[in-house]
């Protein structure tokens, strides 16, 4: 074997263990730590008296809880609880109880309008609270990542 191809051999098996490295990590790039999620709901007896807008607590699923906002008939999008700027206390945001659909972080200030796609409003956060897949089959609203 010739030295150059031994040097590409050693680079391409290098290569090849970086990128299967990298792909084990399912956090990589996440602010929120990874925890595997998957509830449904039944989009009728569930969640039929969600109105357009309006938003609904899923407790003690995602990392400190889901809050799963109703855009329109069939639009769901969920977003977990933590806050981006303070991952590792122990609060979840709550919901202003003077504005539907904004959530405050009790610990830093940050408020997240869920009706932007829950982007900080104000506070210290820079990021959008984590999304989560949502999609219907059937009469069932599936959440996942």
Do not use: W
Request: proline letters at 5%; one cysteine or more.
């Amino acid at each position: 074997m010739t030295k150059d191809r031994h040097l590409y051999i050693i680079f391409a098996v290098l290569l090849f263990t970086a990128v299967m490295v990298s792909s084990c990590e399912t956090n990589r790039g996440k602010i929120i730590p990874y925890v595997k999620v998957y509830v449904d709901l039944d989009i009728y007896a569930e969640l039929g008296s969600m109105g357009i807008g309006s938003t609904k607590i899923i407790p003690n699923e995602g990392y400190k809880g889901i809050v799963l906002y109703r855009e329109a008939d069939l639009v769901f999008h969920a977003y977990d609880m933590t806050c981006t700027e303070f991952p590792e206390h122990d609060e979840a945001v709550v919901e202003d109880e003077n504005f539907v659909g904004v959530f405050k972080c009790p610990e830093c200030g940050s408020t997240f309008v869920l009706v932007n796609g829950a982007y900080p409003n104000s506070g210290p956060a820079e990021y959008p609270l984590e999304e989560y897949h949502t999609s219907i089959q059937g009469n069932i609203l599936l959440i996942s990542n």
